[in-house]
């Protein structure tokens, strides 16, 4: 059965430093999710990506987070700057068409991401 | 805008049953649920959809009562893998985006 994956699953650096984070969406799906989950808390929506842009980001979604589909395959999250407060599971999302309402979000297995 | 989701935790003795519901202020027409394990994804159980239908996953059910703008989810006769948070997503629609309003979930410990 096809799934999402994501890479690397546990990523490690330092305040300041840049992170990319990857996704492979499920390979006939067309819009694409970012979430995180600080540890104990809920999980909180990010970006949605559908058609090669943003269609929503929220509030954490500020200027040091950006968004990529570099090839027909993969989908990314990139921290320019990172702070202490951005450790937390990032998961990627992804889900076939919007049109059906049977059509529902499936999830990446999560990058713990540590920042020291 | 975020549904409500009741109890905030249960704890339960295999075998034992629950009811976890989702409610909103606005106007329901799906409700989708997932099941999160600790340090995982979640995983998704089911999509209730308008019109009161009832669905199931292994012993899991849920039922959609629109005018209640209401979903509950049953867990019938617990067993210890039904442990983790379970969450109910709202559908919102803007243009193009479709993107799910998460509840806060719902922690459940299943013990022996």
């Known amino acids: 059965e096809p799934e999402v994956t994501q890479t690397p699953s546990h990523q490690v650096t330092q305040m300041g430093q840049e992170v990319i984070l990857r996704c492979v969406p499920i390979?006939?799906?067309?819009?694409f999710y970012w979430y995180r989950q600080i540890l104990g808390q809920k999980v909180e929506f990010l970006v949605s990506?559908?058609?090669?842009?943003?269609?929503?980001k929220s509030e954490i979604f500020d200027d040091q987070f950006s968004v990529e589909r570099p090839d027909g395959s993969n989908f990314t999250l990139k921290i320019r700057s990172t702070k202490l407060e951005d450790s937390a599971m990032y998961f990627c999302?992804?889900?076939?068409?919007?049109?059906?309402?049977?059509?529902?979000?499936?999830f990446g297995p999560g990058t713990r991401l540590t920042v020291l | 805008q975020q549904p409500v989701q009741s109890p905030q935790a249960v704890i339960l003795r295999e075998g034992e049953d629950a009811v976890i519901n989702c409610s909103s202020s606005?106007?329901?027409?799906?409700v989708h649920w997932y099941r999160q394990k600790h340090g995982e994804a979640p995983v998704f159980l089911m999509i209730?959809?308008?019109g009161g239908e009832q669905k199931g996953h292994e012993k899991i059910s849920a039922s959609f009562n629109e005018k209640k703008q209401q979903s509950s989810l049953y867990l019938t006769a617990s067993q210890l893998s039904y442990s983790g948070t379970y969450f109910c997503?709202?559908?919102?629609?803007?243009?193009?985006?479709?993107?799910?309003?998460w509840g806060l979930g719902t922690s459940l410990a299943v013990n022996p």
């Open positions: 997503g709202t559908e919102r629609w803007a243009g193009n985006n479709r993107k799910l309003i």
């Open positions: 606005k106007a329901l027409y799906s």
């Open positions: 209730l959809l308008k």
């Open positions: 390979s006939n799906h067309l819009y």
């Open positions: 990506f559908y058609n090669n842009e943003i269609s929503e």
């Open positions: 999302a992804s889900m076939r068409e919007g049109g059906a309402r049977t059509d529902t979000q499936y």
